[in-house]
């Protein structure tokens, strides 16, 4: 089994930049698909950005796009989210998600019941 640690969350203004990481012990990210979740108090749980096993495909929710980035570093087992010109309403414990996979591909799971494997979660707070 994977074992998932997310780190860098933490309290910024709004328009400022938080990077999130995900470090993976047990087994290599690259059999596995990834996703950063957030979920605000009262607020259901949603994904705010997929990366599949290659690589090659990513997937990021309406409310981040062209402000938020995932990106995996597979020499560090690392799967990270820059996060810039952040903004209240991204207030939320952001996770990171696996879902294992036996071979590469371009797949993209948005739903956290595609998910297997959960981090213990990251607070981000911005403040107006």
């Known amino acids: 089994q994977v074992q998932l640690v997310e780190s860098g969350g933490g309290l910024v203004q709004a328009g400022g930049s938080l990077r999130l990481s995900c470090t993976a012990s047990g087994r290599t990210l690259r059999s596995y698909h990834m996703g950063w979740f957030r979920q605000a108090p009262g607020k259901e749980r949603e994904c705010v950005a997929a990366i599949g096993t290659s690589s090659l495909s990513t997937y990021y929710a309406d409310f981040v796009k062209d402000r938020f980035v995932i990106s995996r570093d597979y020499a560090e087992n690392t799967v990270s989210l820059q996060m810039n010109d952040l903004k209240p309403e991204d207030t939320a414990v952001f996770y990171c998600?696996?879902?294992?996979?036996?071979?590469?591909?371009?797949?993209?799971?948005?739903?956290?019941?595609?998910?297997?494997?959960w981090g213990q979660g990251t607070q981000v707070t911005v403040s107006s």
């Open positions: 998600a696996a879902r294992a996979s036996s071979y590469y591909s371009n797949d993209i799971f948005r739903h956290p019941d595609d998910y297997g494997y």
